[in-house]
């Protein structure tokens, strides 16, 4: 199982480095100090204490969509019929295209936070860096 320094830990959960530091700091996630003194948190670890901390999301209790990237609306393009949506949620860019009805109704305006729900039948999940990546 791979570990993970506290700066990747921040990059992959959507925090600060900080914050990663008082969860470890107040136990709410294990961590080892390596040989020179750097933390280091377990990967199974950390994938218990994210799954953990989406349990606590009331919104997920109620309803059967499991993805959801909280974030910032950066861009909003609308034409007649047609909005074209794109809300920055951590490292993640989510592009999401609608009726520009739906999109009036919702108040999309660019700087505004808005919760991407995904639902999705395929999903292609790679491992490693983007350019040596292998799929499954």
Do not use: Y
């Not at 990663?20 to 107040?26: A, C």
């Not at 909005?83 to 305006?109: C, F, N, T, W």
């Amino acid at each position: 199982m791979p570990n993970f320094r506290i700066s990747e830990v921040a990059e992959l959960v959507g925090v600060s480095g900080d914050t990663v530091r008082r969860w470890v700091d107040s136990g709410r996630l294990s961590a080892v100090r390596d040989e020179h003194g750097h933390r280091l948190v377990d990967g199974a670890a950390l994938a218990a204490f994210m799954r953990e901390g989406a349990d606590e999301d009331p919104a997920r209790r109620s309803s059967s969509a499991r993805n959801r990237f909280r974030g910032l609306v950066t861009d909003v393009r609308r034409d007649g019929v047609m909005a074209h949506v794109e809300i920055q949620a951590g490292p993640h860019r989510v592009v999401s295209l609608m009726s520009r009805e739906a999109a009036d109704e919702l108040g999309l305006e660019v700087g505004a936070p808005a919760t991407a729900i995904v639902k999705s039948t395929a999903v292609i999940v790679e491992t490693g860096s983007s350019s040596g990546a292998r799929h499954a």
